[in-house]
């Protein structure tokens, strides 16, 4: 399940999810920085490159990295941040994040190794690590749009309200109603991914 709300016409917020080859599923989200139709047409470079490189490589570290020396110059001092998760048909899953939020399993943060976002430095390396979902696991994936929806008191809706919004199995639709009624000020994404067997 996925929900995603642009703060204006345009956005900044992506995903894709991707069959592989080996019948692994690529999924994949981030967060251009800035608003409007620069940041829409950075994404639309992001996806297109996602698409090819996920054709010769499945190694989320390998496509990240890609993904940045691509992105290297092309930014116009800005940046984006990034998460690449493959998802095997056994449970198994493997991920590298480069400066995203990290993804949370059944409410819980699942911590990832982190790396700079794309776009700032040729020389960044990505890392990946791996979790095993049970049936039945939910694994949530979300851009900063969500916890830093801001109402007129000024008070975010924040992280602690949003693990406890997962952790109650709150759909996408929910997660992104719910900040989009606090107060969007941001883009919003939420992808929501169920093991059912």
Sequence with gaps: ECVDRPAAEVGGDF???????SLSTLVVIGDVSGKGLRAAMI???IVGTLRTVSGYTEEPAEILGELNRRLCGHMQEGFATCLALRLEQNGRSTLANAGH????VNGIEVQSLGSL????????AYEQSSLEMAVGDVIVLLTDGIAEACNEQREL????????M???RA???N??????QHGQTDDITVLRVTRLA
């Design 15 to 21: 995903f894709q999810v991707i069959p592989l080859k």
């Design 171 to 173: 759909t996408a639709k």
């Design 117 to 124: 976002p794309l776009g700032l430095a040729e020389s960044a």
């Design 175 to 180: 997660v992104a109603e719910t900040a989009q």
């Design 157 to 164: 809706l924040g992280f602690a309200r949003v693990a406890s």
């Design 101 to 104: 939020l990290p993804p949370y």
């Design 43 to 45: 994404v639309s470079m």
């Design 166 to 168: 997962l952790r109650a």
